[in-house]
């Protein structure tokens, strides 16, 4: 298992519920393709550089993960499917 850190960008007209209900899913979807959360750092609501998906902000979290290498294509792919996310970077830590 590697260790990568992931920096997430969700929707900013999310709700409290809505943004506990997205982080929950990115749990989930890296228990089922074998991987584990280690933190999760809260960054707020911030302005973005450039708009996204025509949105000029979001909230940002930095998580940090642990999977195995053949993972991450499919988790990549389970992100890009969830629309509460707006982009994600993945970096190996």
Do not use: C
């Not at 920096?7 to 409290?16: A, G, I, M, S, Y």
């Not at 979807?29 to 450039?50: L, N, P, T």
């Not at 979001?58 to 389970?78: E, M, T, V």
């Amino acid at each position: 298992m590697n260790s990568y850190e992931g920096l997430f960008l969700l929707k900013p007209d999310l709700t409290k519920e809505d943004l506990d209900k997205a982080l929950g899913q990115v749990q989930g979807i890296f228990s089922k393709h074998k991987g584990s959360q280690d933190s999760v750092k809260e960054w707020g609501k911030q302005r973005i550089a450039y708009p996204v998906k025509k949105y000029k902000e979001g909230f940002f979290y930095l998580i940090n993960f642990q999977i195995g290498s053949d993972g991450i294509a499919k988790i990549k792919r389970a992100f890009s499917l969830n629309e509460s996310i707006l982009r994600v970077m993945i970096t190996k830590a």
